[in-house]
């Protein structure tokens, strides 16, 4: 099986310890993965009204809010997020 991926796709990590994503940071521009790197909830949430679609990792407990606060946050304003 072929471990590359061959689509572009979009990660958005929300974690204030952003070097504990280094490896992940690495593969992705090999997998041609876009990634935003936030280091809070409100930016999360300004980047969110962008629109992004993609995959978030997001750390449950963040410097100004807990992980499940923005999760909430973002599916009150799009369900389908």
């Known amino acids: 099986m072929d471990s590359t991926i061959n689509t572009v796709g979009d990660v958005v990590v929300v974690d ?12 992705a521009s090999q997998w041609k993965l876009r990634m935003r790197l936030l280091t809070c909830g409100d930016e999360a949430i300004r980047f969110s009204k962008a629109l992004f679609d993609g995959l978030w990792l997001i750390n449950v407990q963040l410097p100004d809010m807990t992980g ?5 946050f973002i599916r009150e304003r799009d369900p389908n997020a």
Do not use: C, K, N
């Open 16 to 27: 204030y310890q952003l070097r504990d994503y280094e490896e992940l940071i690495v593969r």
């Open 68 to 72: 499940v606060d923005l999760l909430r």
